[in-house]
């Protein structure tokens, strides 16, 4: 049965470093990408590896803070969190795509672009508070 499962979250001070795990059973084909939500807000996507881990994407908030990596022998995509800041508290999920930019695209060579409804398959979430 395909799942995602992430782990990882919990509470750091500023400037701390967490690293979330995605345990993604069934998902070996697709592109997957990192969320948060953070209280009264929408939902965010803020990273994305594409299926053989060659292509990554990052929101700019993230940028030189995150990385995003995967090890498909273990079926599990890391989001290494460096730096981390208050504002970076939320609820972070995993979530699978199969997107095609176009019909002759191998599904989840690409990331999609961070729209929920890009993403058809989604985690229950691990929580990230940043706090001193």
């Known amino acids: 049965q395909s799942q995602l499962v992430e782990s990882g979250g919990g509470l750091v001070q500023p400037g701390g470093s967490l690293r979330l795990s995605c345990k993604a059973s069934g998902f070996d084909n697709y592109a997957i990408g990192w969320f948060r939500q953070a209280p009264g807000k929408e939902r965010e996507g803020i990273s994305c590896?594409?299926?053989?881990?060659?292509?990554?994407k990052y929101t700019d908030s993230v940028k030189g803070r995150f990385t995003i990596s995967r090890d498909n022998a273990k079926n599990t995509v890391f989001l290494q969190m460096n730096n981390l800041r208050p504002e970076d508290t939320a609820l972070y999920f995993c979530?699978?795509?199969?997107?095609?930019?176009?019909?002759?695209?191998?599904?989840?060579?690409?990331?999609?672009?961070?729209?929920?409804?890009?993403?058809?398959?989604w985690g229950q979430g691990t929580q990230v508070t940043v706090s001193s």
């Open positions: 590896i594409n299926s053989d881990g060659l292509r990554t």
């Open positions: 979530a699978g795509s199969l997107f095609q930019p176009i019909l002759e695209a191998t599904p989840g060579a690409y990331c999609p672009p961070f729209q929920i409804n890009r993403y058809r398959s």
